[in-house]
């Protein structure tokens, strides 16, 4: 009978009988012949020598052409990343024109708009509103009106036949007898 090769993420000594695995969260090269042979996987660190590769944890990350040992780095601002990350992300709100990096630059999105996906801003359809950084819009309160890329509940007003302020949210009906168009002030009874 011959001797055969470990295989990926594992390795033997002289005069094995088998082959051991990479500590957990490691890799090795085939034909592996000590447990130096296997280091951390990118979004570790430690030592898999030691058998001690942990992830980095959510908000930093670390890629493979890091030295096992070297740090996990933090993401950049407007990026963050789960627990045991290669790259980082952008926010909720923020927009990149590159999906998964540790290092492209992630932008807010303006107020009036809102994060489509991972690289579109999108704008607020007539009567919602949002501010900067927004993942989704919000409605005018009930009875109320607004203009596309409203940036706030300031941009919302009653409707015709209301009145009140829409910025407190208390628009109410007209009672019987009485009438408000819209080229009166808000607030008019």
Do not use: M
Not at 108 to 128: H, L, M, V
Not at 166 to 188: D, H, I, L, S
């Amino acid at each position: 009978s011959e001797c055969r090769d470990c295989p990926s993420n594992e390795y033997s000594t002289t005069a094995a009988t088998g082959c051991a695995r990479c500590p957990a969260l490691s890799t090795g090269p085939p034909r592996g012949t000590s447990v130096a042979n296997c280091t951390c996987r990118s979004g570790t660190v430690g030592s898999a020598a030691t058998g001690r590769c942990t992830p980095c944890v959510a908000g930093t990350y670390k890629n493979t052409t890091q030295a096992e040992q070297a740090p996990c780095a933090t993401c950049p601002t407007g990026r963050t990343s789960g627990s045991g990350a290669t790259g980082c992300y952008c926010v909720p709100g923020w927009v990149s024109d590159i999906t998964v990096s540790g290092s492209s630059p992630c932008t807010p999105c303006d107020a009036g708009t809102y994060r489509y996906g991972q690289s579109e801003c999108r704008d607020c359809p007539g009567n919602e509103y949002s501010t900067t950084a927004a993942t989704g819009c919000a409605r005018c309160p009930a009875l109320s009106t607004g203009p596309p890329r409203g940036t706030s509940v300031a941009n919302c007003t009653c409707r015709s036949g209301t009145v009140g302020s829409a910025a407190t949210g208390r628009c109410t009906p007209c009672v019987a007898g009485t009438y408000k168009n819209t080229t009166q002030a808000e607030q008019a009874p």
